[in-house]
């Protein structure tokens, strides 16, 4: 109800015995009880009261059913008519989706007539420079094994 286990309930009680003694614990839970009758009896009231009046004005609950039905039936149209029908990231999705595999199919056929330029020889070179080879890497932690 309010998230509180057997054992938090069980803490809580005890608390309470030791705070108000033995012989007050039984009075104050039949109080809390007459206040939760009311509580409960209060409700009922008001909601018998909002229903009468509702009666009185003509509305009854498969009227009022009606009236909310409506309403978010215009509020689904409406908001169909602005989005459209199509999900407008469709678009945006398809063309980022087509040039992954373009760049997948570019790395995976790698074309043989590549001409490369100086500055990109240079970037190789760096970056081999700084990374282990494959050697020295199947030392470390083993062969190394490639999947397809």
Do not use: H, W, Y
């Not at 809580?12 to 409960?40: H, N, S, W, Y």
């Not at 469709?90 to 199919?105: A, H, L, R, T, Y």
């Not at 790395?107 to 490369?116: A, F, G, L, M, R």
């Amino acid at each position: 109800m309010f998230g509180i286990g057997g054992g938090e309930l069980i803490f809580i009680l005890f608390i309470v015995l030791m705070l108000f003694g033995a012989d007050k614990v039984p009075e104050m839970a039949r109080t809390m009880g007459k206040a939760m009758a009311q509580l409960k009896n209060a409700t009922n009231d008001i909601k018998n009261e909002i229903q009468k009046g509702a009666e009185e004005n003509g509305f009854d609950q498969k009227m009022l059913d009606n009236l909310t039905g409506n309403i978010t039936s215009e509020i689904n149209k409406t908001k169909a008519s602005l989005l459209g029908d199509s999900n407008p990231l469709q678009g945006i999705s398809d063309n980022f989706s087509s040039e992954v595999d373009k760049v997948k199919s570019s790395i995976v056929n790698e074309p043989s007539t590549q001409t490369v330029t100086e500055s990109e020889n240079s970037k190789e070179n760096s970056i081999s420079e700084t990374t282990p080879k494959t050697n020295e890497i199947e030392e470390i932690t083993g062969p190394i094994k490639r999947t397809k």
